[in-house]
């Protein structure tokens, strides 16, 4: 009997393509809608994380100055002493659940090569940078003991100013090349591996130096702006800041009711709460889309209710010749389930291409989710029972003698 149902249903939708189209338009809307926002929110969220690690897994930046925001210097000021390659050490040896240390210095510089010059920033700091920030060698090596001890002229260059400066250039790809910092020209040992844009800028516009030659040939001064602390995986991020404020405040002499003139930067609660941001923002945007479903059902009960009316001879037939009052209520409320999950099935396939096709136009990963799109299909059809059961009831309870006289 089921069969012959569904079967029916179908030849009366076939039999109104236009109308039937136009009847689940709203829940084609309504679910791709939901489906494209939850999708490209997905997405979002994955971008971000992925942009955040790229910083460094389990990282803590330490910078001086009071944290940024109402009443807070939001930086290292002529006041606020800065950091020691003493602080760093210390932190390494004192301080349990600490996977790396490094100091970091940076400077504005513009580089010159092959009759080509580039503004970018030269970073010093010591092998441990290379830990800190999970970055990967495309080519060459890192620092050695005595070159770092030495502020030795060699340097790790990242992709942006290899290419600016070197690609192109007949016979040279940047490694073993001199490449002028300011005063001093530095030869290229390593090329660092891609990492691309972040929150931060271009990741890759950089020139990497021991600490040492950046404090001698480019800042001339000891201070160190930065200090990037790895924890190890499992560390309590809570208990490690909790240490490391209490050391830094023993060597920076502040009192029990001074301030710290420091703040700690942890880009993995960054991680959390830009995520969590988002998260709430696809939510919103998804529950606003699904509004459209709703406007999408109350359609196809007008439409429905319109079909009966229409149909009254034919259902006052079906009853004369001894159909069921749930035969009839089940046959209109199956044409109108199948209606809307015949929507819901569309919508997912507009969604797909729109959510792909977003997604590689605003460059962040497809973050495909089978369960938005089974719940989205779920949905429209219990959209169909729901605003298709006050038609069916209505079919199935007329009288079969009056729906016979129906003109």
């Known amino acids: 009997m089921l069969y012959s149902v569904f079967m ?96 970091e210095g940076r ?32 080519s060459g090596r890192i ?20 290419r600016e400066i070197f690609d192109g250039t007949p016979g040279q790809t940047g490694l073993g090349q001199q490449l002028r910092v300011r005063k001093f020209s530095c030869t290229v040992i390593g090329i660092l591996a891609a990492k691309g844009q972040s929150g931060m800028g271009d990741q890759d516009d950089t020139v990497v130096v021991p600490l040492n030659t950046l404090q001698r040939r480019v800042t001339g001064s000891l201070k160190i702006a930065t200090l990037l602390v790895s924890m190890q995986d499992g560390s309590d991020s809570t208990r490690l800041k909790a240490s490391l404020t209490q050391l830094l ?13 420091f703040n700690i930067f942890d880009t993995q609660q960054l991680a959390e709460t830009l995520s969590s941001t988002t998260q709430v923002l696809t939510t919103l945007l998804g529950a606003v889309a699904a509004v459209s479903l709703l406007v999408g059902g109350i359609g ?36 109108a389930v199948v209606l809307s999950a015949l929507g819901g099935v569309i919508g997912i396939l507009i969604a797909t291409g729109a959510s792909w096709g977003l997604s590689s136009l605003m460059d962040m990963p497809y973050a495909f989710d089978p369960f938005i799109n089974l719940l989205s299909l779920a949905f429209s059809a219990g959209i169909g029972v729901l605003f298709g059961y006050f038609p069916a009831r209505r079919a199935a309870r007329m009288d079969p003698i009056e729906a016979l006289r129906h003109e």
């Open 8 to 103: 029916l249903a179908l030849r009366s939708i076939r039999r109104n393509l236009l109308r039937s189209f136009l009847t689940i338009l709203g829940i084609v809307i309504g679910v791709s809608a939901v489906i494209t926002m939850v999708t490209l929110g997905n997405g979002a969220t994955q971008s971000i994380k992925s942009q955040i690690s790229g910083l460094g897994t389990n990282l803590l930046m330490v910078r001086p100055g009071q944290r940024s925001g109402p009443g807070g210097s939001g930086g290292g000021g002529s006041g606020v002493p800065q950091f020691k390659l003493g602080d760093a050490e210390a932190i390494a040896a004192e301080i349990g659940g600490v996977a790396a240390v490094a100091p």
């Open 143 to 162: 620092f050695e003991a005595d070159e770092q001890l030495a502020g030795a002229a060699v340097c790790v260059i990242g992709e942006t100013v290899r």
């Open 300 to 335: 196809i009960m007008n439409i429905m209710l319109v079909s009966v009316t229409e149909r009254t001879r034919e259902i006052g037939l079906r009853l004369a010749i001894g159909a069921l009052e749930h035969e009839v209520l089940l046959q209109f409320l199956i044409e």
């Open 107 to 138: 400077a504005s510089v513009t580089v010159v090569a092959n009759g080509r010059n580039w503004s970018t920033s030269v970073i010093g700091s010591s092998n441990a940078w290379f830990d800190t920030g999970n970055w990967k060698l495309a």
């Open 249 to 261: 405040r023993e060597r920076r002499s502040l009192a029990e009711g001074d301030d710290d003139n």
